[in-house]
């Protein structure tokens, strides 16, 4: 090899090792519909997402699989809702550690319990825990299933992008590989390469935001305990370990234990195995046998970029937004992005939908991101006060929360990721007054039981007409797109969840699995007008 | 909508029990019991519109 590309990282599964592609040789660079930049959990659903459309999409990755360490861990269940639509979650959900109850301490008190257990009538749980290169692994596996069944997906490992020139119908590329440099194109280029993002710094954009002057450790640790399988999160904890300290448990044996720190600290210092064990010896007492698996030191930061779309080249996940990683709102707000831009893309590279299509990928996912870092920024806010009086009243709450549960409300360790709603989208249609609320258009649809299976598996790869307690065609089609019928009897959760006041309803959804529009009766000019509205047309 | 008209049935009483509660505090106990107090308070009023009023005159009282 004549090339080095230095890894950056250790990996912990080679997924994608290095093979010459054809494009190196080629005399004039080849062109491709769609390439992805990045081989994280973001960067391999989206290549997974649009392969599975039919898109033709080219991965660059400058490592050739999984980093080591577990860094994202807490997966939510729409992100396993997404992933289950894309082929991905059955193994995930067989790996991953299942909870559902969090305790809250403050000193050594336990202040409460809050159980996170969802209504009945989910196919997936609230969270699972798992390990960040299991979830890239997973994927990996379900993008190895969709190439056997024809998925025009082809993953680059070892391709470093070293420069990226804009152009109106095309991104130019150069990367370099073990067998030197060579140019490729891209109709469109999907940057999901991580919060340090080389591709927004070479196209020389902001990056804006906020960092907490605070520095958390993360210990994993390995061992064999009984404590129970829970969130559990401590306020100034007794045992001295750090300001805040949370246990978490994963897979392998393997607990998540993370320190608040404070913000002058000796980094290199804290990082000494010596001295993390005793704070953990602090915290587990002494007779806990264990070995450390992970370690790191890390800042918090809430950042986005103004806008995710320039021209041709998306940002999502990292690349675009950054928040602080209480609330786990990291990866699974970038796997909310893939969810709502894979299928506008699909259009507009079918040509069915115009770009302008893409802008509502913008405007969605920044709304999304916005919520999130209003979330994060609380939760830091909370768990880190800036001033003696933010203090004062912070230990006020927590000296209320052990015995009036109002206190609890404003207790704020985190506020767990919930699916974004897209109020306000330019693609939303009419909505219907009687209906529940949390089904308005823009909502991601929640599930609920059928017969046989679950509502959200019955969905279409494309957009459904939805009828409930009323016939809807098996199939439409209009402005060049398939329309799914699927007709179902109302059942009781149907009924909460998309029916309220109504007795019967039709829904028109998305690809991506939100709400369109909805209507009490079958109008197909009204569903019409809504779909070419939801893809841009309008 | 926060009400400014006096309203307190007994407003000496209740002025006089809040100082009473402060009694034998350190600076730091009393205005920690403050921060309870407005947060029980708070709770009570419940309503977010009338808290942001509630606030707003507290930071200024000319601002009515």
Not at chain 1, 143 to 153: K, L, N, R, S, Y
Not at chain 1, 199 to 211: I, K, P, Q, S, Y
Not at chain 1, 319 to 343: C, M, T
Not at chain 1, 390 to 416: D, E, I, Q
Request: aromatic letters at 8%; hydrophobic letters at 45%.
């Amino acid at each position: 090899m004549k090339h080095d590309i230095p890894e950056r990282y250790t990996l912990a599964f080679r997924l994608y090792p290095y093979a010459k592609s054809p494009d190196q040789d080629a005399t004039t660079p080849v062109r491709h519909k769609a390439v992805v930049v990045g081989g994280g959990p973001i960067g391999l659903a989206t290549a997974l997402d649009l392969g599975r459309r039919g898109v033709p999409v080219v991965l660059l990755d400058d490592h050739e699989g999984a980093g080591l360490g577990s860094r994202a861990l807490c997966f939510a269940k729409r992100t396993l809702e997404i992933c289950d639509r894309l082929g991905a979650a059955k193994p995930m959900l067989a790996k991953g550690v299942q909870w559902n109850l969090g305790k809250v301490f403050h000193d050594d008190r336990l202040l409460y319990e809050f159980n996170l257990l969802p209504e009945g009538g989910h196919a997936f749980p609230a969270f699972i825990n798992l390990q960040q290169p299991w979830f890239e692994k997973f994927l990996h596996d379900a993008i190895v299933a969709a190439q056997a069944e024809g998925a025009p997906i082809e993953l680059r490992g070892k391709n470093r992008v070293d420069a990226v020139t804009p152009a109106a119908d095309h991104v130019a590329l150069d990367v370099m590989t073990p067998d030197g440099p060579y140019k490729v194109e891209a109709e469109w280029l999907i940057a999901c390469d991580g919060a340090r993002s080389p591709l927004r710094n070479m196209l020389g954009l902001g990056f804006d935001g906020r960092v907490f002057e605070d520095n958390f450790l993360i210990a994993d640790v390995k061992m064999k305990a009984d404590f129970p399988t829970e969130r559990w999160f401590w306020f100034e904890p007794h045992f001295k370990s750090g300001d805040s300290a949370l246990l978490h448990k994963q897979p392998d044996d393997i607990w998540r234990i993370d320190f608040q720190l404070g913000w002058n600290i000796d980094r290199a210092k804290e990082l000494e195995p010596a001295r993390i064990r005793a704070r953990v010896d602090a915290m587990l007492g002494p007779d806990v046998d264990y070995e450390l698996d992970w370690c790191s030191i890390y800042t918090f930061q809430c950042r986005r970029m103004e806008r995710f779309r320039h021209g041709r080249v998306l940002f999502a996940g990292d690349s675009a937004h950054l928040v602080s990683p209480f609330g786990a709102r990291g990866a699974n707000s970038g796997v909310q992005d893939v969810d709502n831009l894979a299928w506008k893309l699909a259009l507009v590279v079918e040509g069915v939908a115009p770009e302008r299509l893409l802008d509502s990928y913008d405007a969605e996912r920044v709304h999304g991101a916005e919520e999130n870092i209003l979330n994060s920024t609380r939760a830091t806010d909370f768990i880190t006060p800036k001033t003696p009086v933010s203090k004062m009243f912070r230990n006020a709450v927590l000296a209320l929360a052990g015995s009036l549960p109002f206190a609890r409300t404003v207790v704020n360790s985190g506020r767990l990721s919930m699916p974004c709603t897209y109020d306000g989208s330019v693609l939303n249609g009419a909505d219907h007054p009687a209906m529940p609320a949390r089904t308005r258009p823009g909502s991601p649809c929640p599930d609920a039981p059928l017969d046989r299976g679950w509502l959200l598996s019955r969905l279409g790869r494309g957009f459904t007409l939805m009828g409930i307690g009323l016939e809807v065609p098996k199939a439409m089609a209009g402005h060049g797109v398939a329309l799914e019928g699927l007709s179902l009897a109302p059942t009781p959760e149907l009924g909460a969840r998309y029916l309220g006041g109504a007795e019967r309803a039709v829904y028109l959804i998305r690809p991506d699995q939100h709400v369109a529009a909805r209507w009490d009766h079958l109008d197909e000019a009204a569903v019409a007008a809504a779909l070419a509205r939801a893809i841009g047309k309008e | 909508m926060l009400i400014t008209t006096p309203n307190l049935t007994r407003p000496d009483e209740s002025y006089a029990r809040l100082i009473a509660t402060h009694e034998g505090l350190s600076e730091a106990e009393s205005h920690a019991l403050n921060a309870r107090l407005i947060l029980i308070l708070m709770n009570h009023i419940g309503d977010e519109a009338v808290l942001a009023e509630a606030m707003l005159l507290a930071r200024d009282p000319s601002a009515v």
